[in-house]
């Protein structure tokens, strides 16, 4: 009882500092904009390009790298597609995608490069999609969804679902959800009921 009290009482006291910052940040944005002059509109565009420049250098594609901490799975391919578990839900992205920053949960990355489709399976991580056509996926681990055993994703589903309902202590339960998370997210890959 007395931990959950002190728990209620941080929550409590991280939103009050969060809510005298916000009103602190506000103040002063408001007395800067009364000092600082507006900046007047760029005259030049440098995305402007005449009709021939643009032909030679959009290709219509989006160029994708997918990298793990140990090593890049590749850099710079050509893709008309990809589709990423985003932590918000699947999202797709093509090459004139609004700038994102999306953070990933386990779930499989779909390449299309026109026909050929590819499915890499990412335990989570980070998708950055910037202005200029190109995508960087940032996994923590990933590897082609043909290369996962069903065996032993399944073994893991079991696994973790029998240590998810031993759990006591909070920190237990949340390595046991991961992994649970992880292995499901397996099994839905390769298509087998969970």
Do not use: W
């Not at 992880?182 to 298509?191: D, F, K, S, T």
Request: net charge positive; charged share 20%.
């Amino acid at each position: 009882m007395q931990n959950r009290f002190a728990m209620d009482f941080m929550v409590l006291a991280v939103f009050e500092l969060f809510s005298a910052l916000f009103i602190m940040l506000r103040r002063a944005s408001t007395l800067a904009s009364r000092f600082v002059a507006p900046i007047p509109a760029a005259r030049h565009n440098p995305l402007r390009r005449y009709a021939t420049e643009a032909a030679a250098v959009d290709d219509g594609l989006l160029s994708l790298s997918l990298v793990l901490p140990s090593k890049p799975l590749f850099q710079d391919r050509k893709v008309r597609m990809v589709v990423i578990p985003a932590a918000s839900g699947m999202m797709g992205i093509l090459k004139n995608h609004v700038p994102t920053i999306a953070p990933l949960k386990p779930g499989v990355v779909t390449i299309d490069e026109g026909g050929k489709q590819e499915k890499v399976f990412v335990s989570g991580g980070f998708a950055i999609v910037n202005t200029d056509k190109t995508c960087q996926i940032s996994a923590i681990e990933a590897v082609p969804v043909d290369h996962i055993d069903p065996e032993a994703a399944r073994s893991g589903l079991t696994h973790y679902q029998g240590e998810f309902a031993r759990a006591t202590v909070e920190e237990d339960k949340a390595r046991a959800r991961i992994g649970l998370e992880v292995h499901q997210q397996m099994c839905y890959a390769l298509g087998l009921s969970v």
